[in-house]
């Protein structure tokens, strides 16, 4: 059980175009999801917090109107790259936890964004 | 907000030693304290975490310790193993409700047969 899926597990596109990934809990309702960007070599990297039904949480420095973020259901949220960058090319990964009383974030197998 | 820090970056023992990775946080509220293991190319999984009430918890040949007053925790592994090789990130925060957690900047540890 427990467990994340994320879609597309990579993509290219060309500068200025905007992407769309999808997290989905495929087995468990996910109150909260979370989106991390993740470089080479180096941690997570919160970027939001997502919470069902209401406006997600940025962190500080994430800038909203480029990254957004919807959670329209209890399985589902979606991160949108809006005009992306070069710059923006890196491997995003979300998380949900695992409803109420529990604290585990369970990972998502992340994308591989490749801005051209 | 909350910092993490975590030492060291890179740790290579030989099969059969033990490991041991600290990690230090800087919000005393801070009650949650997860590590996950991320093997190579793969996502990371929890494999222990514990929370402020407790000192100390072990699961087989992993076990966590946190000083709450020093505001430090570590990860120990005994009689490693090649497929413990992999990255570990420590984290902190609160618990419950819609709280997140801050990781630590990992460690990549390296089983040696």
């Known amino acids: 059980g427990a467990v994340v899926s994320q879609h597309p597990s990579w993509v290219i596109c060309k500068s200025g175009t905007s992407v769309k990934i999808e997290c989905r809990s495929l087995d468990f309702q996910a109150t909260t999801m979370f989106w991390y960007r993740q470089f080479p070599k180096q941690s997570l990297m919160l970027m939001a917090t997502s919470n069902e039904g209401s406006k997600a949480t940025y962190e500080q420095g994430v800038e909203k109107d480029k990254f957004l973020i919807n959670h329209a259901s209890l399985t589902l949220s979606t991160l949108t790259v809006t005009s992306a960058h070069p710059e923006d090319s890196s491997f995003y990964i979300c998380?949900?936890?695992?409803?109420?009383?529990?604290?585990?974030?369970?990972f998502g197998p992340g994308t591989r964004l490749t801005v051209l | 907000g909350e910092n993490v820090e975590q030492h060291p970056s890179t740790l290579s023992v030989q099969e059969g030693d033990s490991a041991v990775i600290k990690c230090t946080y800087s919000d005393s509220a801070s009650n949650y304290f997860p590590w996950y293991k991320q093997e190579l190319g793969k996502r990371p999984q929890l494999i222990i975490d514990i929370r402020s009430n407790v000192g100390e918890k072990k699961d087989q040949r992993i076990a966590v310790t946190l000083n709450k007053t020093a505001k430090h925790f570590s990860l120990h592994i005994t009689e490693t193993q090649p497929e413990d090789s992999a990255v570990y990130f420590c984290a902190a925060g609160l618990s419950g409700g819609y709280q997140k957690v801050t990781f630590g900047t990992g460690t990549k540890l390296q089983v040696i047969p």
């Open positions: 998380s949900a936890r695992g409803g109420i009383g529990t604290d585990t974030q369970y």
